[in-house]
Nanobody, 115 residues
Framework: QVQLKESGGGLVQPGGSLTLSCSTS????????MSWYRQVPGKERQLVAF????????NYGEGVKGRFIVSRNNYGNMVYLQMNNLKPEDSATYYC????????WGQGTQVTVSS
């Protein structure tokens, strides 16, 4: 079955960096676009970044373009989100997601940006 597992979250100071990883299994990663979303309590889940199946096309959500970089390793079944110059408003639970119907989600990893 499809499984997505995020890791790499934690506490970081403003201006710092973190790289999130998403380990995938149960499907051929090279066939699917993948996304990172984030959510804070009481708000809707927000798209952070999308990467096409081949990795040649990416899109970024509002507020992260130029700071975040999404990448993938189809052979290693991994998707990554490199987050630079982090701000307190980036604090959220970050989710890895596989495109399609249904859309699949990981369990999330918490990122807290605070001094």
């Amino acid at each position: 079955q499809v499984q997505l597992k995020e890791s790499g979250g934690g506490l970081v100071q403003p201006g710092g960096s973190l790289t999130l990883s998403c380990s995938t299994s149960g499907f051929r990663l090279s066939d699917w676009g993948m996304s990172w979303y984030r959510q804070v309590p009481g708000k809707e889940r927000q798209l952070v970044a999308f990467i096409a199946s081949t990795g040649y096309m990416t899109n970024y959500g509002e507020g992260v373009k130029g700071r975040f970089i999404v990448s993938r390793n189809n052979y290693g079944n991994m998707v990554y989100l490199q987050m630079n110059n982090l701000k307190p408003e980036d604090s959220a639970t970050y989710y890895c997601s596989r495109s399609g119907n249904p859309r699949y989600w990981g369990q999330g990893t918490q990122v807290t940006v605070s001094s």
